[in-house]
Each structure stands twice: as structure tokens, then as C-alpha cells.
């Protein structure tokens, strides 16, 4: 699968396939904001091929075979460490799990003297969550100045980027329109609205590159504390997003709703009088569903406050939520960017 070959040639690996649509230049993955349309369908008709792997009854490929894949996750994670670990060993790769309550960090060791030490060991590829934005492009670069080829993956950091979480959305959105071939061109002219705590949300940073990029028509909507009216001009100003301080705008006619979690601990900074006030104002429910497309399909990155960002009713729908697919979709997508670094074809940053 992707394994040698020339721009547009299918290539099988242990009876896998995939098209490649164009080169892959990317040593690193820690943003989206350098992503062309071709990079992101590169990753889908990757994924794709690996979620027809996953389908199997054998799970495995050998296309990391000997590389080790370690995850340095500084803050607590669900869904993006147990996914990353999953699409590393269905690759055939070694796995390091970092845990920082039980690493020399308490004794006063560095973050960059941390992910060296997991360099000593052989790591060719490493998977960075933290806290604080810019640790995992720190880390890449300390790697790209010692000349190690280390690959870097952002799993997430500050309120800067979340790139895995918005191609495995991506890659669901697509899929929905189009099962067999998810591709950009599925979501053109598309609506989603993505509702919420935008302003820390580096889920919504992300995918506001690849949904627009797509040719997705995207609003934002939340209470003003939330997302703020210069939020508009993220992506540059040739590319306006259109904001709404009131949910029903945002929702008419809407494909797709993606809503975020709203981060309690924001809470003591007097962003919202209320959770009960949040819900009534912003809340997903079924009643304002009815000024959506009869087909909307409802996402959500995790994990969710019930009752809060949307009645729980809904979240639990297969019929309306595509939650759970988001999660599935995600040992794919990651299987996909390990795969598209670690095999070699990464030649820059």
C-alpha cells in the first residue's frame, strides 16, 4: 500500500491498495494551516484503503514493521491516545507509552531532555500531547536540528491544533456523503455549523483549515465570550467565517452540526452566567434540528456534556449522531498519518 510506485500508481501491500493522488512532503503533522486540497485527500484515499484492512479479520499490516512509535502524552486522553495506540500496532510498529505522573519530569527533567531520552531508545516516530501550545513544533525542531528523521505527530496542543481530530472528521463528514470514494469535493457547498466554545477550542481551529479548504460553506455560533467576532478573520481575511450569537442562524439549512465540548473550567472566568443558560440558549435539540436538512448528521469530538452541548437523546441516535463513527474512523485516519510519515515519504516539514 503506498509502498514505492509513482504519483497516481496503486500499490498493494499485503493486499492493500490505495491512489496516491499526489506527493507527500510532510515529515511532521502538527497543523493544517500548510495543507493543500491534495494533502488532505492523500490522507482520506490512505484512510480509506486502511479501513478496508480494519474490516478484516486479520487487522494487521507490516507496513511499520521494526519502526517504535512513542506516545508522549502530557495531559489526560481518551479517545486520541487509545486511537494512536491502536493504529500504531495495527501497522505492526513497537510502542512506548509515556506516562508523566511517573516519569522523571518529578525530578525536574525537561520536556526536551524527556522526548531525547525516548530518541536514545530508537524512536522513530513520536506522538505529542500537551497542555501548552507550540511542545510538540519545539520538539520537532530540537529533532530536525539534531538531524535524528524523528517524525512528529500534534495530538493536540494548547489552544493551537488538534490535526488528527480534524481529518478524522473530515474523513467521517466524507464518508457520509460518499461511502466508497471520501474525498474534499463531497463536502462542496456543504453547510456545518460548528457550535460552542470556539475561542479555546483547537479542535474548531483545525478543522476550519480542512472544512474550508474543502469547500465547505462553515458558520460558528456561541455566546460572544465564546466566539469573539475577530474569530472571523482566523483563516486570513480573503476568507471570512460567518459568526452567529444565536444558534437558529446558524442551523438553517445546515448538512452538518458540530458541536464542542464547553470546557467547565472556563467557567470560573465568568465566560457563561450558567451551564442551564448555555443549554438553553445553544443546546442541540431536537426541536432546533427541524431548521437543519432533514439528512443532518450530528458530531462531536469528545467527550461530550450531556444535557449540556446536546440532549443526550440525540448523542445516542445513530440515526442523527455520528459520534461513535468518529471514534471508528479514527484508527483509520491515524493508521493513514502514521503510515504517510513513517514510511519514508516525508521529505520536509
Known amino acids: 500500500m503506498l509502498e514505492g510506485g509513482s504519483v497516481g500508481e496503486s500499490v498493494a501491500l499485503d493486499g492493500a491498495s490505495t491512489t496516491e493522488s499526489g506527493g507527500w512532503s510532510h515529515r511532521h503533522i502538527l497543523s493544517l494551516d500548510h495543507f493543500s486540497v491534495q494533502d488532505f485527500d492523500t490522507v482520506l484515499q490512505t484512510a480509506t484503503s486502511f479501513q478496508e484492512v480494519l474490516s478484516r479479520r486479520t487487522k494487521k499490516v507490516p507496513a511499520l514493521q521494526g519502526q517504535l512509535v512513542t506516545h508522549l502524552f502530557f495531559e489526560p486522553s481518551t479517545r486520541t491516545r487509545s486511537s494512536f495506540e491502536l493504529a500504531a500496532k495495527r501497522l505492526s510498529a513497537d510502542v512506548l507509552n509515556f506516562s508523566p505522573g511517573t516519569s522523571s519530569l518529578t525530578k525536574g ?3 526536551l531532555d524527556t522526548a531525547k531520552t525516548y530518541l536514545a531508545m530508537g524512536t522513530n516516530i513520536m506522538v505529542i500531547r500537551h497542555k501548552q501550545t507550540g511542545v510538540p513544533q519545539a520538539i520537532a525542531a530540537e529533532m530536525d536540528r539534531l538531524n535524528t528523521g524523528v517524525c512528529v505527530l500534534n495530538a493536540g496542543d494548547g489552544q493551537h491544533a488538534h490535526p488528527s481530530q480534524a481529518l478524522l472528521d473530515l474523513y467521517t463528514l466524507c464518508s457520509v456523503v460518499d461511502r466508497d470514494r471520501p474525498r474534499t469535493d463531497n463536502l462542496r457547498g456543504k453547510k456545518i455549523a460548528i457550535v460552542g466554545d470556539v475561542l479555546h477550542s483547537r479542535v474548531a481551529r483545525s478543522n476550519l483549515w480542512s472544512l474550508v479548504a474543502s469547500g465547505a460553506e462553515v458558520h460558528l455560533a456561541g455566546p460572544p465570550t465564546l466566539v469573539p467576532q475577530d474569530f472571523g478573520g482566523f483563516l486570513g481575511n480573503n476568507r471570512p467565517i460567518p459568526i452567529h450569537w444565536t444558534l437558529d442562524d446558524a442551523l438553517v439549512d445546515a448538512d452538518f452540526v458540530m458541536t464542542l465540548r464547553l470546557q467547565k473550567e472556563r ?5 457563561l452566567p450558567s451551564l442551564r443558560e448555555y443549554h438553553r440558549q445553544f443546546g442541540i435539540t431536537r426541536d432546533r434540528l427541524k431548521l437543519c436538512q432533514p439528512s443532518v ?9 450531556r444535557g449540556v452541548e446536546l440532549d443526550s437523546d440525540i448523542m445516542d441516535d445513530p440515526d442523527l449522531s455520528l459520534v461513535s463513527c468518529q471514534v471508528t474512523s479514527g484508527i483509520a485516519v491515524r493508521m493513514a498519518l502514521l503510515y504517510l510519515v513513517g514510511s519514508g515519504k516525508g521529505l520536509g516539514t
Open 267 to 271: 467557567m470560573g472566568q465568568f465566560l
Open 109 to 111: 527533567e525537561t520536556i
Open 297 to 305: 448528521k450530528i458530531l462531536h469530538p469528545g467527550p461530550t456534556n
